[in-house]
């Protein structure tokens, strides 16, 4: 990591900065320290690498010993419990298989958090968790209402306020799943969850394991989905200071 900008961090967040397993780690807590971080990386051309938990990447080693790692795990509470409008919004970094201990009190329940998946919902979202429910395979983001996240640039995208689409009329919170970190740095995640009454008739969601390999082959290949995801990011991440590792 570039020593000025490191320096400078340090100045700003004495906290916030730390060093896990040799590599800089920066921790934010709000959208805004997130995006402060992305413009201050960008001034220095220091290239970044967005992480959760580290349970589907660890970044550890050679590969990212020049980097800066942004990582979630400080936005790590419920933000918002709507029992009447059945959705809930939390932090990225709160524990996926935490959900339901809590929503469970306003009569809800969210589907993928009986999985027991170890990680963070931002990283579900961004590693393209699924499930198979038996007969189908479920998409993580089927429930996905949206995101607050920070682009490449240092812009905030909230639900509600600020949206982009693309000229097909994507909606960027549907991009962020099975992203990798490459599109920008979740921060908070609304979900639509159903009543505690349906939890027996619904068909158990058993996860798959999320597959980065592939990912990385969707990236380069020539779907449209693809070519919509570069097409953001090159809008958005010019100098690829989120590159791909």
């Given at each position: 990591m570039i020593k000025q900008l490191e320096n400078d961090i340090a100045l700003?967040?004495?906290?916030?900065l730390t060093r896990q397993k040799t590599i800089p780690t920066f921790h934010p807590e709000t959208a805004e320290e997130a995006a402060d971080i992305l413009v201050r990386a960008a001034k220095h051309n220091q290239k970044l690498f967005i992480s959760g938990f580290g349970n589907n990447i660890d970044p550890s080693g050679d590969r990212y010993a020049n980097l800066l790692v942004l990582k979630s795990d400080r936005l790590n509470s419920i933000v918002d419990i709507a029992?009447?409008?059945f959705h809930i919004?939390?932090?990225?970094?709160y524990p996926l298989k935490e959900i339901n201990k809590v929503i469970a009190e306003q009569n809800l329940y969210f589907p993928f958090s009986d999985t027991n998946y170890p990680g963070s919902c931002g990283g579900a979202l961004a590693a393209g968790l699924t499930g198979f429910d038996g007969n189908h395979i479920v998409p993580f983001s089927r429930q996905l209402l949206g995101v607050t996240a920070v682009l490449p640039d240092g812009s905030i995208i909230k639900p509600g306020a600020k949206t982009f689409k693309s000229v097909s009329g994507y909606d960027i919170s549907r991009m962020f799943f099975n992203s990798?970190?490459?599109l920008g740095f979740i921060v908070q995640l609304t979900f639509r969850v159903l009543p505690l009454s349906k939890k027996d008739s619904?068909?158990?969601i058993v996860p798959n394991h999320p597959d980065r390999a592939g990912f990385i082959s969707d990236y380069r290949g020539e779907t449209p989905l693809s070519e919509m995801c570069r097409k953001i990011k090159a809008e958005y991440d010019q100098t690829e200071l989120l590159p791909l590792i």
């Amino acid at each position: 990591m570039i020593k000025q900008l490191e320096n400078d961090i340090a100045l700003s967040y004495p906290e916030g900065l730390t060093r896990q397993k040799t590599i800089p780690t920066f921790h934010p807590e709000t959208a805004e320290e997130a995006a402060d971080i992305l413009v201050r990386a960008a001034k220095h051309n220091q290239k970044l690498f967005i992480s959760g938990f580290g349970n589907n990447i660890d970044p550890s080693g050679d590969r990212y010993a020049n980097l800066l790692v942004l990582k979630s795990d400080r936005l790590n509470s419920i933000v918002d419990i709507a029992p009447a409008d059945f959705h809930i919004t939390v932090g990225s970094g709160y524990p996926l298989k935490e959900i339901n201990k809590v929503i469970a009190e306003q009569n809800l329940y969210f589907p993928f958090s009986d999985t027991n998946y170890p990680g963070s919902c931002g990283g579900a979202l961004a590693a393209g968790l699924t499930g198979f429910d038996g007969n189908h395979i479920v998409p993580f983001s089927r429930q996905l209402l949206g995101v607050t996240a920070v682009l490449p640039d240092g812009s905030i995208i909230k639900p509600g306020a600020k949206t982009f689409k693309s000229v097909s009329g994507y909606d960027i919170s549907r991009m962020f799943f099975n992203s990798w970190g490459l599109l920008g740095f979740i921060v908070q995640l609304t979900f639509r969850v159903l009543p505690l009454s349906k939890k027996d008739s619904e068909p158990r969601i058993v996860p798959n394991h999320p597959d980065r390999a592939g990912f990385i082959s969707d990236y380069r290949g020539e779907t449209p989905l693809s070519e919509m995801c570069r097409k953001i990011k090159a809008e958005y991440d010019q100098t690829e200071l989120l590159p791909l590792i």
